[in-house]
């Protein structure tokens, strides 16, 4: 079985990455590329590892585009991705987007984070939250998918079984993670070119981050409360590509080195792309560079009482292109890893 892919804002690092796992994949055909800005020119033009493959860029023309493939993968900006999978998703076609468009449940966060109402507020309750190793069983059936974000990847992973057992708190967690430069997509901005990026790690979006009530959003569910509210700070980093957070929370009455050990091996010890460290180590970006890995490490902190996570993904593997075909995967019937080992 062939599924035909259909990739929407294929010219962008996320775009890249997508290709790169799809023209190896055993049972995907890339059936269509688009880009507005590259509509016409061969895929090689834009990214020259590509060349010998033969993929021209078109323009985003979903009737056209529709009719000649079974998936739709939509690595557009926040707020366009709607646009298209509307009529993508009326055209029977399954949509895997990994904007932020579709992440969260609430129409009034959308609006408190995204400064608009959202377009489509029936297709929130209707999408699947992309994270397979959390939603594996609703996934099978989706139309909708919406991928999760990579800052919220790296956050979810690692503090969900914890809040599901009781062994943390879901009061008071603060989360800081450091992204790199690729995170912000494939543009010429002045805070990302290199003079400014290179020997630079600073802080940014302390406050109200887009990604914050996605991640409250999915730790909440884990919990089993109604709301969280918990710090998220954002940092930028001097690499291309990674993403590393450490995560500090309350250790409830009776935590163990040896609780925490467990509740990870029952949550992920048959996971393909969580590798779970042993205590006192720390995870490292190094280690998981262009795999579709989430590497976590655990300590237990007695001065503090505190949970101490560290959690490292590649933001455009794990946090992206990789996560949306391993949705596609599992959507599809495939082997889950195909294309991703």
């Known amino acids: 079985m062939k599924v035909r892919v259909a990739v929407f804002g294929a010219s962008g690092y996320a775009g890249e990455e997508l290709l790169r796992i799809l023209l190896r994949h055993k049972n995907a055909e890339v059936a269509a590329i688009t880009s507005r800005k590259s ?16 993929l021209v860029f078109c323009e985003p023309d979903v009737e056209a585009i529709a009719s000649k493939c079974d998936a739709a993968i939509l690595a557009l900006p926040h707020g366009l991705a709607t646009e298209y999978a509307i ?20 129409p009034e966060k959308y609006k408190e984070y995204y400064k608009a109402d959202h377009p489509a507020p029936e297709l929130l309750r209707k999408a699947v939250y992309g994270l397979p190793e959390r939603y594996r069983e609703q996934l099978r059936t989706a139309d909708l998918v919406a991928c ?13 079984p914890l809040l599901a057992a009781g062994l943390v708190s879901p009061k008071g967690i603060v989360v800081a993670s450091c992204s790199g430069v690729t995170g912000a997509g494939r543009k010429v901005d002045l805070p990302y070119i290199f003079p ?24 909440a569910v884990a919990a089993g409360v109604p709301e969280m509210a918990i710090n998220f700070i954002p940092h930028l980093a001097p690499m291309n590509r990674g993403i590393n957070s450490t995560i500090v929370m309350d250790a409830m009455p009776g935590t163990t080195l040896e609780k925490i050990g467990e509740v990870y091996a029952q949550a992920y010890g048959s996971e393909q792309f969580v590798r779970i460290l ?5 995870s490292d970006t190094k280690y998981v560079f262009m795999t579709n890995t989430c ?12 949970v101490i996570v560290t959690s490292c993904i590649d ?27």
């Open 278 to 282: 042993p205590p006192g180590r720390t």
């Open 196 to 219: 400014e990026c290179n020997e630079s790690l600073k802080a940014y979006g302390v406050v109200g981050h887009r990604h914050l009530p996605e991640i409250e959003q999915e730790m």
């Open 148 to 160: 999760a974000g990579c800052y919220p990847t790296s956050s979810i992973l690692p503090t969900a």
């Open 39 to 54: 509509a016409g020119e061969p895929v090689s033009t834009v990214f020259p590892r590509f060349t010998g493959a033969p």
């Open 315 to 341: 933001n455009l593997t794990k946090g992206a292109a990789g996560q949306a075909v391993q949705c596609m995967n599992i959507r599809f019937g495939l082997d889950e890893a195909e294309g991703l080992l």
């Open 87 to 106: 009529p993508l998703l009326n055209a029977g076609i399954k949509v895997f987007d990994i904007s932020a468009d579709f992440r969260l449940r609430s």
């Open 295 to 306: 590497e976590i490490g655990y300590n237990l902190d007695p001065h503090t009482n505190k």
